[in-house]
């Protein structure tokens, strides 16, 4: 029998294992992750979890009804591709097909290891961790403006807590919006009462004493008193320990997969946040952090698997990118890529509730950010994947629908 062995039990592993089952596969399916939680879903962790208004996010799976076999507290430690072995916390794993789905791991504040107080928001453990922390209204410093220091902002807002937000760069998200998109985002965190001091670094973080707060020290000589510091300033591929195994990593560490998400050797196939691959849609390189890369990637992994070998009969991965952020408020989502766009236009206006801005290339949509605009969001969308040339004046005009000319 042929043997399926996932690495990491998150959203991408687990629909891998859950799709290979859908589309027929019969074979052995083992998968591996290093957590010793039942796998679970991580949005909620940044709302739902976090306020204590839901238990947990566990996958509503049965993994024993579907045949697949969970390693749960296993760590994959390295792979042999020649040799089909893959070597874990818990000995070798042999495999005729390996899917790495270890996702992105937090970028760490240098200094900060160690220091009590100091938080990073991934798992359900550091849920669990600063659940209390918010429960206790302690005042909070969030160091990074990005979608997770903005989730955990808002969440820590509602529970009551004062919340500074340290920003490096001039405005929040400034690594992925253009300025004048994430202009308007800067008042949402006043609105929110949430202080928001961009153009600044942290040179380090103090602990507290008994009874008394830690404290968060600017570059400029601020001091912030912090009862905990949670640190949201990027991710990166979960791929250290793939080193010396011959599999070729991309600039970020992250697995460089094909078109259909085959890694450089063998039989070794890479999805969600731990893999990037070709758009010929785009035209470069996507490395996508969001959730619904991690649900559609491993339709086409598990394709590919059931066709093996040699199959050609997968179609390439080549989605409409699409996330969703829930801050201060207003839902936020995404779908697209705007590197290439050559023109912006705004529906709405951008200091009330809900507004989009759509990017062209060309007159056509290639992408589209819509707050409160959850119809824009679809129908925009479709139009992005379809291609359809558009009219900007009807484009610009909020009353109307998003359609084609
Ligand atoms: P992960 O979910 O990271 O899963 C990888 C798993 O592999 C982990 O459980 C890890 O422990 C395990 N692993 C790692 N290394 C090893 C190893 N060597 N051996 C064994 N196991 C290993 N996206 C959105 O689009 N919208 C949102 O609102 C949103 N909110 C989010 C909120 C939070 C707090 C976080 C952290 C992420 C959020 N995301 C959101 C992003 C989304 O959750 C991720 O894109 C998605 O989880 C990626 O899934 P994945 O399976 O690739 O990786």
């Given at each position: 029998?042929?043997?399926?062995?996932?690495?990491?039990a998150?959203?991408?592993?687990?629909?891998?294992?859950?799709?290979?089952r859908?589309?027929?596969?019969?074979?052995?399916?083992?998968?591996?992750?290093?957590?010793p939680?039942?796998p679970?879903?991580r949005?909620?962790?940044?709302?739902?979890?976090?306020?204590?208004?839901?238990?947990?996010?566990?996958?509503?799976?049965?993994?024993?009804?579907?045949?697949?076999t969970?390693?749960?507290?296993?760590e994959?430690?390295?792979?042999?591709?020649?040799?089909?072995?893959?070597?874990?916390?818990?000995?070798?794993v042999p495999?005729?097909?390996?899917?790495?789905a270890?996702?992105?791991?937090?970028?760490?504040l240098?200094?900060?290891?160690?220091?009590p107080?100091?938080h990073l928001?991934?798992?359900?453990?550091?849920?669990?961790?600063?659940r209390p922390?918010?429960?206790?209204?302690?005042?909070?410093?969030v160091?990074?403006?990005?979608?997770?220091?903005?989730?955990?902002?808002?969440?820590?807002?509602?529970a009551?807590?004062?919340?500074?937000?340290?920003?490096?760069?001039?405005?929040?998200?400034a690594?992925?919006?253009?300025?004048?998109?994430?202009a308007?985002m800067?008042?949402?965190?006043?609105?929110a009462?949430?202080?928001?001091?961009?153009?600044?670094?942290?040179?380090?973080?103090?602990?507290?004493g008994?009874g008394?707060?830690?404290?968060?020290?600017?570059?400029?000589?601020?001091?912030l008193?912090?009862?905990?510091?949670?640190?949201g300033?990027?991710?990166?591929?979960?791929?250290?320990?793939?080193?010396?195994?011959?599999?070729?990593?991309?600039?970020?560490?992250?697995?460089l997969?094909?078109?259909?998400l085959?890694?450089?050797?063998?039989?070794?196939?890479?999805?969600?946040?731990?893999?990037?691959?070709p758009?010929?849609?785009?035209?470069?390189?996507?490395?996508?952090?969001?959730?619904?890369?991690?649900?559609?990637?491993?339709?086409?992994?598990a394709?590919?698997i059931?066709?093996?070998?040699?199959?050609?009969?997968?179609a390439?991965?080549?989605?409409?990118?699409?996330?969703?952020?829930?801050?201060?408020?207003r839902?936020?989502?995404?779908?697209?890529?705007?590197?290439?766009?050559?023109t912006?236009?705004?529906?709405?206006?951008?200091?009330?509730?809900?507004?989009?801005?759509?990017?062209?290339?060309?007159?056509?949509?290639?992408?589209?950010?819509?707050?409160g605009?959850?119809?824009?969001?679809?129908?925009?969308?479709?139009?992005?994947?379809?291609?359809?040339a558009?009219d900007?004046?009807?484009?610009?005009?909020?009353?109307?629908?998003?359609?084609?000319?």
């Amino acid at each position: 029998e042929r043997r399926v062995v996932v690495v990491g039990a998150g959203m991408a592993g687990v629909q891998t294992a859950v799709a290979l089952r859908e589309q027929g596969f019969t074979g052995n399916v083992t998968l591996i992750g290093a957590e010793p939680h039942q796998p679970y879903d991580r949005p909620p962790l940044s709302k739902a979890v976090l306020l204590g208004t839901a238990d947990g996010s566990a996958f509503d799976v049965d993994f024993d009804e579907l045949g697949i076999t969970l390693r749960l507290g296993c760590e994959a430690l390295g792979v042999d591709p020649g040799a089909h072995v893959l070597d874990t916390s818990g000995g070798p794993v042999p495999y005729d097909a390996l899917v790495l789905a270890t996702g992105a791991e937090p970028v760490r504040l240098p200094g900060s290891d160690g220091v009590p107080g100091v938080h990073l928001l991934r798992t359900l453990d550091d849920a669990e961790r600063l659940r209390p922390v918010l429960a206790r209204q302690h005042d909070v410093v969030v160091v990074g403006a990005g979608w997770i220091g903005a989730e955990f902002a808002t969440a820590a807002r509602e529970a009551g807590c004062a919340v500074t937000v340290v920003e490096a760069a001039d405005r929040p998200l400034a690594d992925v919006l253009p300025a004048e998109v994430a202009a308007p985002m800067t008042a949402w965190y006043a609105d929110a009462g949430a202080e928001l001091r961009t153009r600044a670094r942290v040179r380090r973080v103090e602990p507290g004493g008994p009874g008394e707060p830690g404290r968060v020290v600017l570059d400029d000589g601020t001091r912030l008193p912090a009862g905990a510091v949670v640190v949201g300033i990027g991710a990166r591929p979960a791929t250290g320990w793939l080193a010396g195994s011959g599999i070729a990593l991309g600039a970020h560490g992250e697995v460089l997969a094909d078109d259909r998400l085959r890694a450089s050797v063998p039989d070794v196939h890479a999805v969600g946040d731990c893999a990037s691959f070709p758009s010929a849609r785009y035209g470069e390189r996507l490395l996508v952090h969001h959730w619904d890369n991690a649900l559609q990637g491993p339709r086409t992994v598990a394709a590919d698997i059931v066709d093996a070998p040699g199959g050609e009969t997968a179609a390439p991965y080549d989605p409409v990118p699409y996330f969703w952020s829930e801050q201060f408020g207003r839902f936020v989502q995404y779908a697209g890529h705007h590197t290439a766009a050559d023109t912006t236009l705004w529906r709405g206006d951008p200091s009330s509730p809900a507004w989009t801005v759509c990017w062209l290339r060309e007159g056509r949509l290639v992408a589209l950010l819509a707050v409160g605009r959850p119809r824009d969001l679809a129908q925009g969308k479709r139009l992005i994947q379809a291609g359809t040339a558009m009219d900007p004046a009807l484009l610009a005009d909020p009353a109307r629908p998003l359609k084609a000319a």
